[in-house]
T-cell receptor, first 113, second 114 residues
Framework: AQSVTQLDSHVSVSEGTPVLLRCNYS??????LFWYVQHPNKGLQLLLK??????LVKGINGFEAEFKKSETSFHLTKPSAHMSDAAEYFC???????????FGQGTTLQVKP | EAGVAQSPRYKIIEKRQSVAFWCNPI?????LYWYQQILGQGPKLLIQ????????DSQLPKDRFSAERLKGVDSTLKIQPAKLEDSAVYLC????????????FGQGTRLTVV
């Protein structure tokens, strides 16, 4: 069965320091993986996606994620946090034969000045 | 490009009342999803349509929830009767057919059941 686990419910960083949001997945198929961001009172926005091409995926706003099959991980990183990055982040796995999206529980990113 | 439209944005009802949400997906998107997002949790899929057929409704509480997608375009999600635990944000999303493409999400309807 497909599932996704976000290892931290809350991450706090200082502005200008690196961001690491951790995600592990379980999938019987070769997975498609996504990171979505949700700002307060706004819709979910796609940050980046992995679909079996390059293992290092670059997204919007300076975010990137690396697919590591051996570790079943898809961690999200950014070299330098900005205040506007404060939001809820969701790691998502897609079931390849149905298109069903399974969301992780989310990680709240707090950015301190 | 117009996004996924949902209405209403907010709704407050008393328990045991009924409520309906509406979603207009992006034009040409064959797949439509309804998700329930309870505060502090990730979205949970309630139902997935491919055109006007149901692909997955395994987590839809069918004793009180119903959904339809007429003519493979707009969709409505209904709750009757509502319970306190139905308080959540209901998100609609759409995508082109296929699993490797991205889904576009609406802003959601925040339901409060009192």
């Amino acid at each position: 069965a497909q599932s996704v686990t976000q290892l931290d419910s809350h991450v706090s960083v200082s502005e200008g320091t690196p961001v690491l949001l951790r995600c592990n997945y379980s999938s019987s198929y070769s997975p498609s993986l996504f990171w979505y961001v949700q700002h307060p009172n706004k819709g979910l926005q796609l940050l980046l996606k992995y679909t079996s091409a390059a293992t290092l995926v670059k997204g919007i706003n300076g975010f990137e994620a690396e697919f590591k099959k051996s570790e079943t991980s898809f961690h999200l990183t950014k070299p330098s946090a900005h205040m506007s990055d404060a939001a809820e982040y969701f790691c998502v796995v897609s079931i390849s034969n149905t298109g069903k999206l399974i969301f992780g529980q989310g990680t709240t990113l707090q950015v301190k000045p | 490009e117009a996004g996924v439209a949902q209405s209403p944005r907010y709704k407050i009802i008393e328990k045991r009342q009924s409520v309906a949400f509406w979603c207009n997906p992006i034009s040409g998107h064959a797949t439509l999803y309804w998700y329930q997002q309870i505060l502090g949790q990730g979205p949970k899929l309630l139902i997935q349509f491919q055109n006007n057929g149901v692909v997955d409704d395994s987590q839809l509480p069918k004793d009180r929830f119903s959904a339809e997608r007429l003519k493979g375009v707009d969709s409505t999600l209904k709750i009757q009767p509502a319970k306190l635990e139905d308080s959540a944000v209901y998100l609609c999303a759409s995508s082109l057919e296929g699993s490797l493409v991205r889904a576009f999400f609406g802003q959601g309807t925040r339901l409060t059941v009192v």
